[in-house]
Nanobody, 124 residues
Framework: QVQLVESGGGLVQAGGSLRLSCAASGRTFSNYAMAWFRQAPGKERDIVAHINWNGDTAYYANSVKGRFTISRDNAKNTVYLQMNSLKPEDTAVYYC?????????????????WGQGTQVTVSS
């Protein structure tokens, strides 16, 4: 079992920044690819970014490319999402997820463990 706890969400004005953190416990963190997904009201849970087991490969959704950065610190069992130039359309609940396949996937159904989510609200 892996337990994931997100933090860092909140209310921010358009153009602002937030940094999300996801602390993992339970199994060996470096055995998992990690991802951030988001879900807006009435919409599906979509990939934001994922990162492979050692952090040298990352994927970004087109909607966040150039604005968001995913990173991980295996010594601290933590994955981060730095979000810059935030837009109102970034408003959603953001979820951290862990995948036992070390390379990561874009589809939620491949992920084995999920955090409880953290709300990000961007005002215009």
């Amino acid at each position: 079992q892996v337990q994931l706890v997100e933090s860092g969400g909140g209310l921010v004005q358009a153009g602002g920044s937030l940094r999300l953190s996801c602390a993992a416990s339970g199994r060996t963190f470096s055995n998992y690819a990690m991802a951030w997904f988001r879900q807006a009201p009435g919409k599906e849970r979509d990939i934001v970014a994922h990162i492979n087991w050692n952090g040298d490969t990352a994927y970004y959704a087109n909607s966040v490319k150039g604005r968001f950065t995913i990173s991980r610190d295996n010594a601290k069992n933590t994955v981060y999402l730095q979000m810059n130039s935030l837009k109102p359309e970034d408003t959603a609940v953001y979820y951290c997820a862990a995948d036992r396949d070390i390379v990561g996937h874009t589809l939620a159904r491949f992920y084995d463990y999920w955090g409880q989510g953290t709300q990000v609200t961007v005002s215009s």
